[in-house]
């Protein structure tokens, strides 16, 4: 109420994201950066999906995890990178309807916290394959697989859903003007002229279960896997697991740690100034680095992927033949 008095000014329709502001100079390499990135984010995890549902060998827990893994990446960066190259595209001129950016920031949160779910869930699928092998078939059957994807997708639309009935109760009388390149809520809220305390509070709280819980369920399965590593005999097969498991703690700490600056730490004044930068990380980068991370790296797939090439070639000469 005070907000609203203080500005005394209609509800506004839409907003303008600003985007990145200052880089007039250069808007054509951004945007063609930024194309290649969500190009290559795009081929990735489509590859990764088509392989996993193409190929009997890789019908296994850890694989559809990443299948799984990978369509969440396609929705994350579907939800942002489209808007953002139009953003950049124009210079920072484009609008978006209340609504939509509402929704844009409920698929956001919904993507994002059923991504922390499902990290956890693939680590701790790590830990029983090479910390309890003997009780691999059992731990994780069809059935346990199932549930913790379900409960992935399920715990976001929950808590975002959440989030979303309180988002619907605010109003927007201006300035119309977001200050990033997406509708994150933190810069969305600083335009809402009725109360926002509940929603902060409960977003905080949200932030914390959705986020810390699964971060330390990661960091121990790993921890677990890394000493079983340690123990192993074998130097050369000690170093490729080490390699991977390091690879895999890379991204999920960029992930999980730029999360955290955003949206647990206190929201001072020079966080603020960063929070558009480090979003590029959870937002852009992760889905890129994913699929090449977590699959395109592994052997399974590699020859997953040789068969599919070779299977294609084959195809490819017989058509050109037959025309011939």
């Known amino acids: ?175 119309s003007e977001i200050n990033h390149f997406f509708c994150e809520l933190n810069p969305i809220l600083k335009l809402a002229c009725s109360d926002t305390r509940l929603i902060e509070l409960v977003t905080i709280l949200i932030s914390v279960v959705c986020i810390l819980p699964p971060f330390f369920l990661t960091l121990l399965s790993y921890s677990y896997i890394i000493s079983t590593i340690m123990r192993m005999s074998s130097v050369s097969g000690r170093k490729k697991a080490f390699s991977t498991c390091s690879s895999h703690l890379m991204v999920v700490s960029i992930f999980y740690s730029t999360l955290m600056i955003v949206y647990i730490l206190p929201k001072t004044d020079g966080l603020r100034n960063i929070n558009k930068v480090l979003s590029l990380f959870y937002t852009i980068l992760t889905p890129l680095f994913n699929p090449l991370i977590y699959s395109l790296r592994n052997r399974e797939v590699k020859e997953a992927l040789r068969k599919v090439v070779a299977q294609l070639c084959t195809i490819g000469r017989m058509y050109h033949h037959n025309l011939a």
Request: aromatic fraction near 12%; charged fraction near 10%; charge should be neutral.
């Open 1 to 175: 109420m005070e907000k609203r008095e203080q500005r005394n000014l209609t509800d506004i329709m839409e907003f303008h994201l600003v985007g990145f502001v200052g880089l007039c100079s250069l808007q054509v390499p951004l945007f063609c950066l930024f194309l290649l990135i969500y190009v290559a984010t795009m081929t990735g995890n489509i590859l990764i999906i088509l392989l996993v549902v193409a190929d009997p060998h890789l019908h296994t827990p850890m694989y559809y995890f990443l299948s799984n893994l990978s369509c969440l990446e396609i929705c994350y960066s579907s939800n942002i990178l489209p808007m953002m190259l139009i953003n950049v595209l124009y210079g920072g001129r484009r609008t978006i309807s209340v609504t939509g950016c509402i929704m844009q920031h409920y698929l956001f949160g919904l993507f994002g916290s059923s991504e922390c779910c499902l990290l956890a869930a693939m680590s701790y699928d790590r830990y029983v394959a090479i910390c309890k092998p003997l009780h691999y078939t059992i731990l994780m059957n069809s059935r346990v697989c199932i549930q913790l994807i379900a409960g992935s997708w399920i715990n976001g639309l929950f808590v975002m859903g959440i989030v979303l009935y309180l988002m619907c109760q605010l109003k927007f009388c201006g300035p």
